[in-house]
């Protein structure tokens, strides 16, 4: 995630969240899949309003996959159970890992640009599990993230293999013949 | 709605079914999520809060959120917002805009907002420039930025709206950035709890007129320095700082202004709405 730490929030990251309890940690796993789902949902259609359907339909299938992950969570271990404030959750960055941050879009983004920013997403929520599992404070906790490790190791190969379709984009990917800075 | 249910509000039952049209990668995007993420954590329910805006980008937030609300005059969403406050102490009344709507247009009414302390939280996002009229420079635009429109800047000394907002008399003051939705929110949520009038400046890049302000996501850092109540010890930070601190910076202990018919229920003279003479002697005295 670019940026520097957000405002002082009490204590933050994944060695502060190993060190709570199986349900924070559920909450945390659960608030990664639900902001993902929805930020993948909000860029979808940012890229179809701008015209750019091929990056916009993407984006609606990444929305899909992190929903889907959400209720399996909710399902399986109720994840969704434990009511969290604004202020229990213990992010590191500026934002839950896996989100793609506003600000990284482009209207003219192609689709190796847009599952190369989903990767990097895929790759943080990773280190995040595998840094609880590390410094977990119970057994328990850290079967589980590693179980939930295990499958973000697993979407960023596929989301890899996915990029890996796409051709690199030209140089001038961004020229626009009609710019809104036109004056 | 009971405390039950409101307690299971999400930040999606604040947003509406309409979409933002603002272009991909604008900050107001985050600060939307960070207001609808507050709403939320505050748990009142849409029906009980107003979003009051004025004109320009940033202003046509009230249409994307679900709560009522009222899409104004250009510079005039702190006048509506606190009539609206006035007559309507139950509701939570949130003022939105951006800086040129607020600072320039709405200026006067930006001191006197201050001034007055209605309890009102007004949410400033701030990308230096117009963007809807294509990239003038508005009164926070630094003096040298070049572009087509101003070619060399300005060289005029840009507005320092926290410390105006200091001197005019808020009641709370914070800067925060759209590229922190998650402590935007909190800060929203401290804000719209604290009595009387709530500054928040959120520095929300314009990727289209100002792309440079891309690299904004890098040189914010939390205050240094844990909320003072005293306004001078304010004044002198922000006035000091590098205009990238985040956090709350001020907050004081000013009784939030509210007119005495409206804060006992009863009517004011005249029938049910109040009539310019209760407004005369409250806002004259």
């Known amino acids: ?183 | 709605m009971t405390a039950e249910t409101a307690r299971r509000l999400t930040a999606r039952d604040y947003k509406s079914a309409l979409k933002p049209v603002w272009c991909p990668g604008c900050g107001d995007f985050s600060i939307l999520s960070a207001i609808t993420m507050a709403m939320a954590e505050i748990a009142r329910p849409p029906e009980e809060v107003a979003v009051i805006s004025g004109i320009g980008c940033s202003s046509r937030v009230p249409a994307y959120t679900n709560c009522y609300g009222f899409h104004g005059v250009h510079g005039r969403a702190l006048p509506l917002a606190t009539g609206l406050k006035l007559s309507r102490p139950d509701l939570l009344v949130i003022a939105a805009g951006g800086d040129g709507d607020g600072y320039s247009i709405g200026g006067n009414h930006f001191l006197h907002a201050c001034r007055r302390n209605v309890d009102l939280t007004y949410i400033v996002m701030d990308n230096q420039v117009y963007g809807m009229t294509k990239g003038q420079p508005s009164p926070t635009t630094p003096p040298e930025w070049d572009s087509a429109m101003v070619p060399g800047g300005t060289g005029l000394r840009p507005f320092h709206p926290l410390v105006i907002a200091l001197a005019a008399g808020a009641n709370f003051v914070a800067r925060a950035f759209s590229g922190d939705p998650s402590g935007t929110a909190q800060i929203l949520v401290d804000a719209i709890r604290h009595p009387g009038f709530s500054l928040i400046e959120i520095l929300s890049p314009c990727v289209t007129f100002r792309p440079e302000e891309r690299e904004w996501a890098k040189q914010v850092h939390p205050a240094a320095v844990e909320e003072t109540g005293d306004r001078a010890q304010a004044a002198r930070r922000v006035l000091t700082d590098d205009g990238f601190n985040t956090g709350i910076l001020y907050c004081g202990d000013r009784a939030p202004y509210q007119p005495a018919f409206a804060a006992s229920g009863m009517e004011p003279a005249g029938g049910g709405a109040a009539g310019n003479a209760d407004f005369d002697m409250e806002f004259r005295p």
């Open chain 1, 1 to 183: 995630m670019s940026g520097p730490e957000g405002p002082k929030r009490g204590d933050q990251g994944p060695l502060a969240i190993a060190a709570t309890d199986r349900e924070t940690l559920l909450a945390h796993a659960y608030a990664i899949e639900q902001e993902a789902a929805e930020r993948y949902e909000a860029l979808a259609e940012q890229m179809y309003d701008c015209g750019n359907e091929e990056v916009a339909g993407l984006f609606a299938k990444l929305a899909e996959i992190e929903a889907k992950h959400a209720a399996e969570l909710s399902l399986e271990h109720g994840a969704a159970n434990k009511p969290m404030a604004l202020a229990d959750f213990m992010w590191e960055g500026l934002q839950s890992p896996e989100v793609i941050p506003f600000e990284e879009m482009h209207y003219l983004m192609q689709p190796h640009q847009a599952l190369t920013l989903a990767l990097a997403a895929e790759r943080r929520a990773l280190l995040f599990y595998e840094a609880v599992a590390g410094q977990a404070a119970n057994e328990d906790m850290r079967t589980l993230a590693a179980e939930f490790a295990a499958e973000e190791a697993e979407h960023v190969r596929l989301v890899l293999e996915w990029q890996q379709r796409y051709p690199e984009p030209e140089p001038d990917w961004d020229d626009d013949m009609d710019p809104p800075m036109s004056l």
